[in-house]
């Protein structure tokens, strides 16, 4: 059962930037596509970045390219979210999953609150 563990969140001010991770452990990391996700109060989960297997080209939210950047060290088992020029938008619990081809896990998130 494969477990994630997501780092990083906190409270950044507005424009701010703060850098997530998470953690991957009892899986085959380098065989799962990693993507993050955000949920704001109220609101549905949302995709924000996904990244293959090899840590190609990744595919961002359109509304956040630019300032939100996903990669991953496939020998370290971690994935990472780079969060730039954070907006009041940006508040939200930050939840990375792994893909893969016959199985997909959940971390458990992580809260970021961005203040003005």
């Known amino acids: 059962q494969g477990k994630l563990v997501e780092s990083g969140g906190g409270l950044v001010q507005l424009g701010g930037s703060l850098r997530l991770s998470c953690a991957a452990s009892?899986?085959?990391?380098?065989?799962?596509?990693m993507s993050w996700y955000r949920q704001a109060p109220g609101k549905e989960r949302e995709l924000v970045a996904t990244?293959?297997?090899?840590?190609?080209?990744?595919n961002d939210a359109d509304s956040l390219k630019g300032r939100y950047t996903i990669s991953r060290d496939n020998a370290k088992n971690t994935v990472y979210l780079q969060m730039n020029i954070l907006k009041p938008e940006g508040t939200a619990v930050y939840y990375c999953?792994?893909?893969?081809?016959?199985?997909?896990?959940w971390g458990q998130g992580t809260q970021v609150t961005v203040s003005s």
């Open positions: 999953k792994a893909a893969g081809l016959t199985a997909s896990y």
């Open positions: 990244i293959p297997t090899s840590g190609g080209s990744s």
């Open positions: 009892a899986l085959t990391f380098s065989r799962y596509a």
